[in-house]
């Protein structure tokens, strides 16, 4: 049983426009939420995170987005660059702590 | 200087085989882990070690057996190799005060033949 999903396997943007990616959850113990970023060939690398007590956490061109009525996340990038192509992962823990549960992740492609 | 380090790289080798993965982390985290990702490209946990202790023990078959000889290093060995244990191995450490927030080595990519 898949826990957390993003039902969008990829997504192509036209550079300078905003990127949505989405990641919907089942478990209600979850309290925590992540998202990572992965290229071809490295190991994913973590991106911005927030916490279920906020509904949204801003880094720079990143802004990440829980509803938790919904068991809803979304990640906004904007404006999309073409380094952001890559896979992105959204992943969640409880409160076992550091059991991270994975998203089947999204390809993002950032047209110049 | 690389946080997360995985060798090997690639590994090829053929059924019934047993292998070895290495991992060390040079951050001074506290807690290790492994995750397989499959031919889906879905990341699982298999294993975490807190201190040299095992913490996370997920579905894994008797195979594959992990060993952290100090807690800088936690090395996956895995015995008579199947076909379905071809995929990529994550390492991944974390600090003490946020477990959540992991950082991954570079991934070794097993086939088996």
């Known amino acids: 049983d898949q826990q957390v999903k993003q039902n969008s396997p990829s997504l192509s943007v036209q550079e300078g426009r905003i990127s949505i990616l989405n990641c919907d959850y089942t478990?209600?113990?979850?309290?925590?939420f992540l998202w990572y970023k992965k290229y071809p060939a490295e190991g994913p690398t973590f991106l911005i995170s927030?916490?279920?007590?906020?509904d949204k956490n801003e880094d720079g061109r990143f802004t990440v987005f829980l509803n938790k009525s919904a068991k809803h996340l979304s990640l906004h990038i904007v404006p999309s660059q073409p380094g952001d192509s890559a896979v992105y992962f959204c992943?969640?823990?409880?409160?076992?702590?550091?059991?991270?549960?994975f998203g089947g992740g999204t390809r993002v492609l950032v047209k110049p | 200087d690389t946080a997360v380090s995985q060798t090997p790289k690639y590994l090829v080798t053929q059924m019934g085989n047993d292998k070895s993965i290495k991992c060390e982390q040079n951050?001074?985290?506290?807690?290790m882990y492994w995750y397989k990702q499959d031919s889906k490209k879905f990341l699982k946990i298999m294993f975490s070690?807190?201190?040299?202790?095992?913490?996370i023990n997920e579905t894994v078959p008797n195979r594959f057996s992990p060993k952290s000889p100090d807690k800088a290093h936690l090395n996956l060995h895995i015995n008579s190799l199947e076909l379905g244990d071809s995929a990529v191995y994550f390492c991944?450490?974390?600090?003490?005060?946020?477990?959540?927030?992991?950082?991954f080595g570079p991934g070794t990519r097993l086939t088996v033949l």
């Open positions: 991944a450490s974390s600090p003490p005060s946020r477990a959540d927030t992991q950082y």
């Open positions: 478990n209600s113990m979850f309290d925590y």
């Open positions: 927030i916490s279920s007590i906020k």
């Open positions: 992943a969640a823990s409880g409160a076992a702590g550091n059991k991270l549960t």
């Open positions: 951050l001074g985290h506290d807690t």
């Open positions: 070690y807190n201190n040299k202790e095992l913490i």
